[in-house]
């Protein structure tokens, strides 16, 4: 059954839309309840696929999980050490965190190579690095990764690059290895401090997270306890991008102001108007947009997961914007589709040239990853006529209650499949 997203455009929108917990802290923090041996409850979860699917793999481990739209309360105590070889695990791509998590409790793992959003190649080396460092013997056999170790000893372990998602897995690994571990060149994205703060909750010894030093001590034990999580510096980012691009005054809340500088620099320089409280901000209605150059670093630089939705806003720019991606060079796949809506682009190696202003008009597109289809929800919302979004479950993967929010600050947005229609 395939299901769409049907947007009529042109409409300005308003209202307040509230942001929900961090998918890229919520599909590291649920892996990281596996090393407790009690219950950890979390709050704040966004109601996302990816969260839904790794609540499937602890159940498919052994473990329950009791949730409403927003709480879980995981319960490890039974948890097994099988093998997750296929299945689920592949279709998500932060089920890499599988790996450092069963490998710090059960001292052994299989797990099939991830899944998740194709943005060119995303290579898991400096992950492994990390875990041979700390011990463990690491095969890769027909897809899947196979982790076995004796013990795990705490190691110095320098990146080679700055990766969010090795840091984390190698914190996870860590907190019960032996002895002392130091993690350089770690990356300082807010969800690694979400993550250390569960595990340091849960009785682990980290400090540093948030600074590209990271220091654990490895303890004997971890047990449960309550969590809540951050919001989503991506889903408040596309939202203040959405509300520049078609919105006559949004307040979007539940936010972390330091977390969005990025953003908020690029659309200040565009010249939309931001007015940012304690936790909220407000977008006003640019008379114009100015042209701007964008480069995506890791945090606290320019978030590459917010240039996408970015593209789209800049066709409405007066000028040519250069977009350039320093962490996934090739994760353009929206230009094409915002293309055949009337966008005009030029790629040039790493950067997307983007020559403004342009009308863009409804047409059948595809959401080829979860970042390109919040790019084309922000087209459809500006084109006029009817845009078709095919491929949702991409969007659904990481933005929470996504056409709720929409409708109620006034857009015209539906999902339809085949057989039923669902507002
Ligand atoms: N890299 C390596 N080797 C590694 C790991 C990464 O060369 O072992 C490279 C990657 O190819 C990339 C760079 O290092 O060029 C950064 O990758 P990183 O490991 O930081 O990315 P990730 O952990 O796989 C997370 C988010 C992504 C987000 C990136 C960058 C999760 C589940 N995913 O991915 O989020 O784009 O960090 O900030 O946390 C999204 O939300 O749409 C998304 C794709």
């Known amino acids: 059954m395939s299901e769409k997203l049907f947007i009529n455009g042109g409409r300005k929108l308003s209202g307040t839309i509230s942001v929900d917990g961090a998918k890229n802290s919520a599909v590291a923090l649920i892996p ?34 009791r949730h409403d739209q927003q709480k879980a309360i995981i319960d490890p105590s039974h948890l097994v050490d099988m093998p997750l070889p296929s299945g689920n695990v592949k279709k998500l791509r932060a089920s890499y965190y599988l790996m450092g998590a069963m490998l710090g409790r059960f001292k052994k793992a299989v797990i099939g190579l991830p899944g998740g959003c194709y943005l060119g190649p995303r290579p898991i080396d400096q992950h492994i690095k990390g875990f041979k460092a700390l011990g463990a013997e690491v095969t890769n056999e027909q897809g899947a990764i196979y982790l076995r170790a004796n013990e795990l000893r705490g190691a110095r372990i320098y990146l080679d690059v700055v990766s969010v998602g090795a840091t984390i897995n190698i914190m996870l690994a860590a907190v019960l290895a032996k002895g002392k571990t130091v993690i350089e060149n770690a990356a300082k994205e807010p969800e690694i401090i979400d993550v250390a703060t569960l595990l340091n909750n849960m009785g682990a010894n980290i400090k540093g997270a948030g600074t590209d030093t990271i220091r654990i001590k490895g303890v004997e034990k971890l047990t449960g306890c309550h969590h809540t999580i951050i919001p989503d510096r991506i889903e408040a980012g596309t939202y203040m991008i959405l509300a520049a691009a078609v919105g006559k005054g949004i307040r979007i809340e539940n936010i972390i102001p330091d977390h969005l500088e990025g953003i908020q620099a690029k659309l200040s320089e565009m010249g939309v108007p931001i007015e940012m409280g304690e936790d909220a901000v407000f977008i006003g209605e640019a008379d114009r947009l100015k042209r701007i150059d964008v480069k995506t670093y890791t945090y606290p630089g320019f978030p590459t997961d917010l240039q996408q939705p970015l593209t789209a806003l800049l066709t409405q720019a007066e000028g040519n914007s250069i977009v350039t991606d320093t962490i996934y060079p090739s994760r353009f796949k929206q230009i094409a589709e915002l293309e055949r809506m009337g966008g005009c682009f030029k790629m040039e190696g790493r950067s997307a040239i983007i020559m403004g202003k342009t009308d863009l008009q409804g047409t059948k597109v595809k959401a080829t990853d979860l970042r390109a289809g919040a790019a084309l929800v922000i087209a459809g919302l500006l084109a006029s006529g009817q845009t078709e979004i095919a491929e949702i479950h991409h969007i659904e993967r990481g933005y929470s209650r996504i056409i709720e929010k929409l409708t109620s600050i006034g857009a015209d947005i539906k999902k339809k499949s085949t057989e039923t229609f669902i507002h």
Do not use: F, Q, R
């Open 32 to 65: 990281a309840a596996i090393l407790a041996e009690s219950e950890v409850v979390i709050e704040g979860l966004p109601d996302i696929l990816d969260v839904h699917t790794l609540y499937k793999i602890i159940g498919e481990l052994g473990g329950s999980v």
